[in-house]
DNA sequence: CGGTCTGTTGAACGCGCTCAAGACTGGTGG
DNA sequence: CCACCAGTCTTGAGCGCGTTCAACAGACCG
């Protein structure tokens, strides 16, 4: 089984290995990281942050940019009226904030009590005008979080509510290494689920309990998830199940 | 009224017109732009799509990027299934197709005759190596990407079929720099509509006579529509007509 | 142990989808 | 030039998925 200290996200946490290595980086604000991987305090500000604590606002001056260490963090855009769609969720090892731009384009929130490791972005920006390295690995970052939200569009654009919740089981099981059986701490609640999936609180508990009763997963509890079945998670996800007979 | 020949993509042609200019450039392909803003082929091979023609698929390698001349590109995901979803709708002066990876994550098709400028990645990399304007036009064009890609979320993910449609008209005129009324050519048909809304091509066409019918917009033919009211059409975009009375 | 927040389940509604028919458009060949 | 035809658009009718509203159960915390 899965430990949860240990995972980390994929996405652009061993890009920056490169980006952020502590022995030929002339920036102050390396990032150390133990032998086993996990992302550990570097020179950067560690930051902690409550539940539903703000950590930044959509508008505000991006001056930093920030790893989740532990805890979970959402990307998300309001709107007046009170709907939110959360654009991207960040999971320990995963990088955000950082914008070549000035300001920010969208809410940052952290999920849960959640540790932040903080660094200036000037910095990585002088940095990666003198090393091509870095630029590659800002570039790929980029390409990486574009890609996966496109992804998401489909998702949000063309998927049934079973779909959208299968997909993201499955997705965030590959990102914390589960690859046939294993628990998983979700780290939020159903209405972050809900706001990450363009669907109803009770929507999703509805689904949820759906592939209990199908015996695809296992609710330990509020936040722990045992996947059971996961080539049946990927096989509703890709919608190779009763879709459209014949 | 607008031209629809000189009007072209706010995106990445503002962007790139440092990126290529064509005195400084040292790349063999560089645009060269009329007097009018209008794009114009550059040193670049110019190529002519069919309606519906691919350009390049999912999974393809990425050794050429484009930009649009004349005519629409919808860039978009396919499921097994037939599902579709756009991601990204291209119109003149648009630049589609740059990978900084080594193949491209999603498919391009040409809407109606299109004629493209195709450029070569290689001769780009190389040259953003060495020049830092370059460098900045690419991430500035990548967020840019990031940022309305992730505005599209909260379209398919929380606003109503009323409100998708009103978007897209709002947001296309403003492309097309039509701040008041004006009339504009969608170039594409209901399908492409509905696939980039992620909504049904019926409801597309409910919603677009419901907005006539309200005095919002003219449909003059099937491609061609009149924006009567620009403000109504962005206050419904915004959500700020009828929804939970109170 | 009480209070509050979160999750679950049921019932009913309604938005947007599906299915279907008809109108319109644009392209083609006689 | 017009007749034809295929493709696209429009509108109607009915349905169903997911939402809303509501009640209750369970979990967490002081």
């Known amino acids: 089984m899965q430990s949860f200290e240990t995972a980390y996200g994929t996405s ?15 920036m102050s604000a390396a990032v150390q990281r133990t032998p086993g991987g996990k992302p550990a305090p570097g020179a950067g500000a560690l930051l902690r942050f ?24 959402r990307l998300c855009k309001m709107r007046y009226d009170g709907r939110r769609q959360i654009v991207d969720l ?53 390409h990486h979080n574009l890609s996966s939200v496109r992804n998401h ?6 998927e049934t509510a079973r779909e959208r919740v299968a997909t993201f089981l499955a997705t965030l099981a590959i990102r914390f290494r589960i690859t046939g059986r294993g628990v998983m701490d979700l780290g939020m609640g159903r209405r972050d689920i809900a706001d990450y999936l363009g669907l109803a609180l009770e929507t999703v508990c509805r689904e ?9 997963i296992e609710i330990l509890d509020h936040r722990r998830i045992a996947v059971l079945d996961m080539a049946a998670l990927q096989s509703i996800s ?9």
């Open 12 to 26: 652009p946490a061993s890009l920056f290995q490169a980006l952020l290595r502590p022995d030929k980086s002339k």
């Open 50 to 73: 409550r539940n539903n604590q703000m950590i930044f606002n959509e508008g505000d001056e991006a001056n930093y940019f920030y790893m989740v260490v532990s805890g979970r963090v």
């Open 90 to 142: 960040m999971i320990p090892g995963d990088i955000f904030g950082f914008e070549y731009g000035t300001e920010h384009t969208f809410t940052a929130e952290a999920i849960g009590k959640t540790v932040l490791d903080s660094y200036s972005c000037r910095p990585i920006e002088r940095l990666s005008e003198e090393r091509l390295d870095v630029r590659r690995d800002l570039m790929t970052m980029l």
């Open 153 to 158: 569009m489909v998702l949000l654009g063309r």
């Open 208 to 216: 949820l309990s759906g592939l209990r009763h199908a015996g695809l």
């Open 238 to 246: 890709e919608g190779l199940q009763q879709r459209r007979p014949g």
